[in-house]
């Protein structure tokens, strides 16, 4: 799991050339996208970012929060890797958020942070 200064997180009103900034420094193909009290309002990833650009249009001024998912993939601290796995495959996802007990994003796992692990 990727924590702290590893873990790809930016704030609502961050605009998007900063987003994407984070998603590729991080290398996890996303960033969470945090709300003013640390909660996880949502993510952002490449795939996301690709759908954008296909749409077209002027995308200055955009934020994360203009283009982030809602409800994103996330587990709980404490599951065991191969139900991180399961989760990925499931819904055809590469990263995971990491949720805490209280629910606010603790870390970021992809996919290949799994299989250099020898879990998948």
């Known amino acids: 799991m990727r924590t702290g200064k590893d873990m790809a997180a930016v704030r ?47 995308i200055r001024g955009l934020t994360a929060k203009d283009i982030m998912t809602r409800d994103p993939k996330c587990i709980r601290c404490g599951v065991l890797a191969a139900a991180a ?13 990491v949720l805490d007990e209280a629910g606010r994003p603790a870390g970021m796992v992809h996919i290949h942070d799994l299989l250099k692990a020898g879990v998948a």
């Open 85 to 97: 796995i399961h989760v990925m495959e499931s819904h055809s996802v590469n990263q995971l958020i």
């Open 12 to 58: 609502e009103d961050t605009p998007l050339p900063r987003t994407i900034l984070e998603i590729t420094s991080k290398r996890l193909g996303a960033t969470c996208v945090l709300n003013a009290g640390d909660g996880l309002a949502g993510i952002v990833t490449d795939g996301d970012l690709r759908r954008l650009m296909e749409k077209g249009g002027d």
